[in-house]
């Protein structure tokens, strides 16, 4: 099963405001389009996705990411993440006659494909399935297959909210990278430690707070 993924992306002046202790305003911006251009860049490399589309709102990120392969959807709804990914769902399963959809955070800068193929393999066993993040809290990945509804419930405690609305939680090992969203100083430190793709390095090699 090939998949097409919707990754959803802030206008960068408003991504990464839990960074503020990392990056300052001069650099979040660019930081959060570096994790997205890792991101993507790694999922266009991935043996099981079909395409990439961005929903994004932001002129110089859906430039940016366009440059890599992926696709663009702007977020019409302007009415949050969950509407975005709703909306872009549709959008694209409309497009290529109701394929597999899942949606995946921007913020994956240490994302590896061969990972990535493992969830997404796992998550053609079910109609609807979620991986939860490395805090245990949230989902880094909800997928729908062929003909279902994607219905997200990303936010706070989204992983209890996708468990709650009937998607499989997906248990698997060494897929750290896919797990490894960035949203505090020490998310980034931790994916740096995994590794992460050209884009965030060069800038987080700016960046004192996580160079001690």
Known sequence: MQWTLVVPLKPLPLAKSRLADTADDGLRPGLALAFAQDTVAAALECAAVRDVVVVTNDALAARELAALGAGTVPDLPRAGLNEALA?????????????????????LPALRAAELARVL????????????DSAERGTTLLAAGRGRELRPFFGTDSRARHRASGAVELSLDAVDSVRQDVDTGADLRAALALGVGPHTAAVAARLPAVQQ
């Open 87 to 107: 909306h872009a769902a549709a959008v694209v399963g409309a497009a290529r006659r109701a394929g597999s959809v899942a949606a995946l955070n921007a913020d």
């Open 121 to 132: 393999d796992a998550a053609a066993e079910f109609p609807r399935s979620f991986l939860p």
